[in-house]
């Protein structure tokens, strides 16, 4: 299929892409604004001529983050432009970044809209995040010469095989690629395997081991666990979570409860239209909950905290003694394992990690990683770590040095970025 079918095909779809927008908003209402900007009408007001940065959701905005930071100090003069396609994507940009960017969705990846959006921005620079990988968008930028960066690129055997079946529109839309920043020495293989130019791959590594925590965090977490009178409760945290995980991780918190009646869950799922459906959960479990958006305070008698709130999770992480990262007891391929690491926490998951296999492999190489399958371990584990601090501070320690280990990836990435500009 080259570029040519592929368009057709997405407009002939577009009635299939309208269906399935309108059940997202049925889920959560937010899929229904903004629907102008997905087809390029109604973008806010963008000052032209700087950097446009692509992260498609939440995890590619996080990763997102420390580079365009650094390109904000660098790069003060430059406007800069982050797009995504989720609202999640879009609370989380406006709570990392507020008024210092300017934001939208990207429109669809049909010809005319990826048009519209390149006169309107006008960057002098493209960078798309991980392998959000848009043909037409791509060939936009190539025609204007505006060359695409493909940073912290990553790429599966599973995506290399899906991508290989549609070679006559991959090869030529990796060929319009200025350079692909990947993360390992292997997904630089696959790239160059499907038609990417061999001098435009380079391995830089991931940036997401260049998370920097700024102590006022930890102060803050430490200062409200006072106001909770939990100093010295028992905290764990279930981040992440996805539909199916969420009684995993209950009937894990009522086994810990037989044992520790003061253990305190702090239950984060993933997608803002599951918040009510958790809270609920909990309370028909017969468990005494808070929700995070109450801003009441943690009360003895409270066994969970449902965090209801977004760009919060580091925050509710350095609350926590021990963390559960999900998107992995159920087959979603799990989420950033590095964040509550970097915040010294050990850290668990389910067994499902296949969008984070490298950096899963180098946790528990080291230790600082353990997988559950099921309630039972999950809260054996958490029980366990509580009663042998010294376990708990081995891994915390071989956390935060896989993460010293790998650092670096993101002044690479800004030197590469450097040259094109």
């Not at 095909?9 to 577009?14: E, P, T």
């Not at 029980?383 to 280990?405: N, P, S, Y």
Request: proline content about 6%; hydrophobic content about 50%.
């Amino acid at each position: 299929m080259n570029r040519t079918l592929y368009t057709l095909l997405f407009h002939l779809g577009l009635p299939l892409v309208a269906l399935r927008l309108a059940w997202r908003a049925w889920r959560a209402p937010a899929y229904a604004r903004r629907i102008g900007e997905r087809f390029a009408f109604g973008l806010p007001a963008i000052k032209p001529g700087g950097i446009w940065v692509h992260a498609v959701s939440v995890g590619e905005s996080i990763a997102a983050a420390p580079m365009v930071r650094a390109l904000l100090e660098r790069y003060p003069d430059l406007p800069i432009t982050i797009t995504c396609m989720t609202p999640t994507g879009s609370e989380r940009i406006r709570a990392l970044f507020g008024d210092r960017v300017q934001h939208c969705y990207l429109p669809y990846d049909l010809p005319w809209a990826a048009a519209r959006f390149l006169d309107r921005v006008r960057p002098k620079l493209a960078v798309i995040m991980e392998t959000e990988l848009w043909p037409n968008h791509i060939h936009q930028c190539a025609r204007r010469g505006v060359p695409v960066v493909l940073a912290n690129a990553r790429l599966s055997e599973r995506s290399a095989r899906g991508y290989a079946r549609f070679g006559k529109l991959t090869a030529p839309m990796l060929a319009e690629l200025s350079w692909i920043a990947v993360q390992t020495e292997a997904e630089a293989a696959r790239f160059r395997a499907l038609g990417a130019r061999s001098e435009c791959v380079g391995v830089t590594g991931s940036i997401k081991y260049d998370l920097r925590i700024d102590p006022a965090l930890l102060q803050r977490a430490g200062e409200l666990r006072s106001q909770w009178g939990a100093g010295a409760r028992p905290v764990w945290i279930a981040a992440s979570t996805h539909a199916g995980e969420d009684e995993v991780v209950l009937a894990a918190h009522k086994t810990l409860l037989a044992q520790r009646p003061d253990a305190l869950l702090i239950l984060v799922p993933r997608h803002p239209e599951r918040f009510g459906p958790v809270f609920e959960l909990c309370r028909r479990e017969g468990l005494a909950a808070v929700r995070r958006s109450s801003g009441a305070l943690v009360a003895q008698t409270d066994s969970v905290l449902v965090g209801d709130t977004m760009g919060e999770l580091l925050f509710l992480y350095a609350l926590a003694d021990i963390a559960f990262v999900g998107g992995s007891l159920v087959p979603n391929g799990g989420h950033n394992l590095l964040e509550p690491a970097a915040l010294g926490k050990p850290v668990l998951s389910g067994p499902h990690l296949f969008n984070f296999l490298e950096i899963a492999a180098q946790l528990r190489d080291a230790g600082a990683l353990a997988e559950v399958a099921d309630a039972d371990q999950l809260a054996a584990q958490v029980g366990a770590l509580w009663i042998d601090t010294g376990r708990a501070q081995a891994m915390r320690e071989a956390g935060l040095g896989v993460l010293k280990a790998n650092q670096g990836a993101l002044e690479r990435l800004l030197g590469g970025i450097a040259r094109l500009l």
